[in-house]
């Protein structure tokens, strides 16, 4: 499976703070439960990432 590969998987995600200043990325998949907990400067990263990719896949169409 590759970042191209479609699946016919739902998940939910939640993006919010946490009470010791980490920023979490919670995916809920049914029975499957993943936290993914960030510090603030990772988490800028990340979000920097996701507008790149936003933008190339906005070039494609």
Not at 35 to 40: I, Q
Not at 43 to 50: H, K, Q, R, V
């Amino acid at each position: 499976m590759g970042i191209n590969s479609e699946q016919e998987i739902e998940a939910n995600l939640q993006i919010g703070p946490t009470s010791s200043g980490m920023v979490r990325l919670f995916i809920d998949a049914g029975q499957t439960e993943i936290p993914l907990d960030f510090d603030p400067d990772e988490a800028d990263e990340i979000a920097e990432e996701i507008r790149a990719a936003a933008a190339r896949a906005r070039a494609v169409k």
